[in-house]
Nanobody, 126 residues
């Protein structure tokens, strides 16, 4: 059973920083593709940043130069470092394990996909 737990959200003043964490638990072999998405009221959930096992990274234009996505393979944890926060960055941030490899019940590597965390709220005061 794969579970994702985000943490690190909270209230910050505009211009400040936060670091979100996404801890992935279960019989994980590797977290291959991970992404952070953001949900704000009245808007569709949007992709903020995405990181592949090959090191390919994509950022939403609105966060380029301010946010950094990373992951720590030994801890099966992904991070989103958010700097120079703006009020429009506020929302609920969700971690998405797009692709991962787990041990099956038979103990062999098995690809899995599309697991989500419960979200962590970010509030940016102006």
């Amino acid at each position: 059973q794969v579970q994702l737990v985000e943490s690190g959200g909270g209230l910050v003043q505009a211009g400040g920083s936060l670091r979100l964490s996404c801890s992935v638990s279960g019989t994980i072999i590797s977290l291959d593709v991970v992404a952070w998405h953001r949900q704000t009221p009245g808007k569709a959930r949007e992709l903020v940043a995405r990181l592949t096992s090959e090191g390919s990274i994509n950022y939403a234009d609105s966060v380029k130069g301010r946010f950094i996505i990373s992951k720590e393979n030994t801890k099966n944890t992904a991070y989103l470092q958010m700097n120079a926060l703006k009020p429009e960055d506020a929302g609920v941030y969700y971690c998405n394990a797009e692709e991962l490899t787990v041990y099956s019940e038979y103990g062999i590597p098995d690809p899995e996909s599309d697991y989500w965390g419960q979200g962590t709220r970010v509030i940016v005061s102006s």
